[in-house]
C-alpha cells in the first residue's frame, strides 16, 4: 500500500509542478509540460514493479502513437479561448481530441497499427 501512495504522489507531484511553473512563465510552464514526465514515471513504475521489458517497450510505443493525435488539441485551444469560454472551449478540445483519435486510428491500421 506504501508503494502505490509514493506513486500517487510522485506523479501527483509532477501535475503540481507544471501547474506552479505555468503561473509564473507561460513558456517555462509549457516546456515541462511538454515533456513526458508522466510517461517517464510509468516506464519507472513498470521497471521497478520488474515488469516484462515487451510490457514497458509496447507502453512507450503505444504512447507515442496516442500522443499524435492530441496535438490538434494544442492549436485548438488558444484559437477557441477567447470565442467560447474556458469551458466550452475544453469541451470543444475534448471532442477535436476524440474525432481525431478516431481519425488517425483509422488511418494507421492500414500501417498494421491497432489503436483501438
Request: charged share 10%.
Amino acid at each position: 500500500m506504501a508503494w502505490i501512495i509514493t506513486k500517487y504522489l510522485a506523479t501527483a507531484a509532477v501535475v503540481v509542478l507544471v501547474s506552479e511553473l505555468a503561473k509564473r512563465s507561460d513558456k517555462l510552464g509549457g516546456l515541462v509540460a511538454a515533456l513526458p514526465l508522466v510517461t517517464i514515471l510509468a516506464l519507472v513504475w513498470l521497471h521497478i514493479e520488474n515488469q516484462p521489458e515487451s510490457k514497458v517497450a509496447n507502453h512507450a510505443w503505444y504512447t507515442f502513437w496516442y500522443v499524435v493525435p492530441t496535438l490538434p488539441m494544442f492549436l485548438a485551444f488558444p484559437v477557441l479561448l477567447p470565442r467560447l469560454g474556458f469551458w466550452l472551449t475544453l469541451l470543444a478540445s475534448l471532442v477535436i481530441t476524440v474525432v481525431c483519435f478516431g481519425l488517425f486510428a483509422l488511418a494507421v491500421r492500414r500501417l498494421g497499427i491497432e489503436l483501438l
